[in-house]
Structure formats: structure tokens, C-alpha cells
């Protein structure tokens, strides 16, 4: 598929999608908020695929929604439809995709662009990265999953700071208060996650996604609900082919060899 604002490359197992609207500090219109949502679906059906990293184009991770082209549509613009039938697909498919998503951070991750970064599993900043939820200065509410995201990865009141005052955190906040895993120099970013990316591409896949879902699920359930969807979903891991390579590679005194499923 050709893609016009994202670029999209498959190697080792790992799938690379850029935001690439570098001019605009990848801020999203809706091509190319359907393109990312479009090329998730496709990478989560592609066996080929194991892990996906998300980066941006340029200084900017993504700068949130293009407000040119939403200034652009006029008074009939309804952002709640916006919302529900762009972003919202978009940060689902993140959050359903049964594979890693690493973001590569490497710079101002801003507004939608924000709720986009919560919405991977692991982020690694470069040390120039930054984080803003600039929506306050347009009038606005967190949008794009931030609610829900933020809180609980730094806490309510940190996260409800940040809303407030839109302040720029930095990477080196952001891996203090747990919003990301990693900060690296700028000039290491793309090696060092495409390393660990081509790493997790060799692993148990299927137990991967599977961990996902029972991580994601647990917010919502009771403890003994928690307990009892763990033990469903390991019967099903227990079952797989990566966990019978596993326990013999271990026996055996060698590598395993997983095949993802
Ligand atoms: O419709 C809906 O669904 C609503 C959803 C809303 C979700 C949201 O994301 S609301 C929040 C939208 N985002 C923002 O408010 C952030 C706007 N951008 C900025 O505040 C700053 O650009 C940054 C702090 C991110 C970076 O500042 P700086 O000084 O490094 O760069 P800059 O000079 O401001 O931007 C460089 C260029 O990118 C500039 O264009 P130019 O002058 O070189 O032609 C600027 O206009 C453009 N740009 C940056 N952000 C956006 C943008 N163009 C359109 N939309 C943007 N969001």
C-alpha cells in the first residue's frame, strides 16, 4: 500500500511507522490519522510482524491535531465526530494490537500527538523529546485517550497538572514520573529501539499480545475477575507452540526458538 503522510517499513520482524508531515511538526489531518490507523490493522494481521515502532519525521514526534485544517472546516465542525471516528479508532487499534508497540519519542509529542505516545506500551525518549498536553491552550479538554492513559501511568495530579498549565515536561521528568522507559541521547534513539524492537520480534508473540490483553483488562475487572481471566488466557499460552519450545530450550540448556505463536 502507498501511504501519503506516513512511511511504513517492515524488517527483522519489526514494523517502522513514521509520521511524516515534518513540516507541520506532524501535526494529524485525517489522511493521515486514517493511514496510522489503517497500517496497525494491517501490521496486526501480518504474521511477518512481531513488534511495531512509532516515530515522527523530523525535530517532532507529532505536534497533535493540524489546527490549520480544523480552522479550515468552519462552524459545522463537530469535534465529538472527529473524535469518534478518527482519533478514537486509532488509539483502539494501539490498544488492541496483540504485539509491542514501542514509540520512539524523538521530540515534542504534543496534544493528540501526546495521547498517541500513551497509547504504545513502552515509550523510549530521545533526551530532546518532550511531552505537552497542549490542549488547554486552545480551549480544549485531553483528548485522544489522555484521561484514561495519563493518570494512570503518573497519577491524577500530575497528570491533571499537566492539563492545566500545558508545560512542556521533559524527557527526563517524563522517565521520572514513569511516562516513559528509556531516555536516550538523541543520536542513539532510532538504534537503541530498533534493538529491543528486533529483539521482541524474536520472542513469544502470541504470550506478548496475550499479556496486553490481560494487562488492559485488569483495570476494569475485580481482582478475582483478573485472576480468572489470567488463568483462561495462560490455558491458552500454555497451549501454544512458543511455550512447548520454551520449556524444552530451557530442559535442553539452549536458546529457544520462537515462532510467535
Ligand atoms: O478536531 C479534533 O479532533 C480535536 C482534537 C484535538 C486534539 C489536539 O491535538 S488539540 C492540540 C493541538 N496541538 C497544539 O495545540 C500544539 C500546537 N503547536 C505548538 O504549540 C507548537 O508548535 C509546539 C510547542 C508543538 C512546538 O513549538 P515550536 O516553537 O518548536 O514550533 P512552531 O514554530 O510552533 O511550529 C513549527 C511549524 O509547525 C509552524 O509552521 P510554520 O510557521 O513553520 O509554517 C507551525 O504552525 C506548525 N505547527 C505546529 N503545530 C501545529 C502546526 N500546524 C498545524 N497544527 C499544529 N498542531
Not at 516515530?55 to 514526534?61: H, L, S
Not at 493528540?112 to 480551549?139: K, P, T, Y
Request: net charge neutral; aromatic share 6%.
Amino acid at each position: 500500500m502507498n501511504y501519503d503522510h506516513i512511511l511504513y517499513d517492515v524488517a527483522e520482524g519489526v514494523a517502522t511507522i513514521t509520521l511524516n508531515r515534518p513540516q507541520t511538526l506532524n501535526a494529524f489531518n485525517d489522511a493521515m490519522i486514517a493511514e496510522t490507523t489503517a497500517v496497525i490493522k494491517q501490521a496486526g494481521r501480518d504474521e511477518a510482524v512481531r513488534c511495531v515502532v512509532l516515530t515522527g519525521n523530523g525535530r517532532a514526534f507529532s505536534s497533535g491535531q493540524d489546527l490549520a485544517d480544523v480552522q479550515s472546516r468552519g462552524d459545522n465542525f463537530s469535534i465529538g465526530a472527529h473524535l469518534r471516528h478518527g482519533y478514537h479508532q486509532l488509539i483502539l487499534q494501539m490498544v488492541n494490537l496483540e504485539k509491542p508497540i514501542i514509540g520512539a519519542i524523538n521530540g515534542v509529542a504534543a496534544g493528540a500527538g501526546c495521547g498517541v505516545a500513551l497509547a504504545a506500551d513502552i515509550r523510549v525518549a530521545s533526551d530532546r523529546a518532550s511531552f505537552m498536553l497542549a490542549f488547554s491552550r486552545v480551549g480544549l479538554i485531553p483528548d485522544s485517550g489522555v484521561n484514561w492513559l495519563l493518570p494512570r501511568l503518573i497519577g491524577q495530579a500530575r497528570a491533571y497538572e499537566m492539563a492545566i498549565t500545558a508545560d512542556k515536561v521533559s524527557a527526563a521528568q517524563a522517565l521520572a514520573w514513569g511516562m516513559v522507559n528509556r531516555v536516550v541521547p538523541a543520536d542513539q534513539l532510532m538504534a537503541t529501539v530498533l534493538a529491543w524492537a528486533t529483539s521482541l520480534a524474536a520472542g513469544p508473540t502470541l504470550a506478548y499480545g496475550l499479556t496486553k490483553r490481560a494487562m488492559n483488562k485488569a483495570w476494569t475487572t475485580s481482582l478475582a475477575e483478573a485472576l480468572g481471566y489470567e488463568a483462561y488466557l495462560q490455558e491458552i499460552a500454555g497451549r501454544s507452540e512458543d511455550s512447548g519450545e520454551g520449556v524444552l530450550a530451557f530442559l535442553g540448556k539452549r536458546e529457544p526458538q520462537f515462532k510467535g505463536r
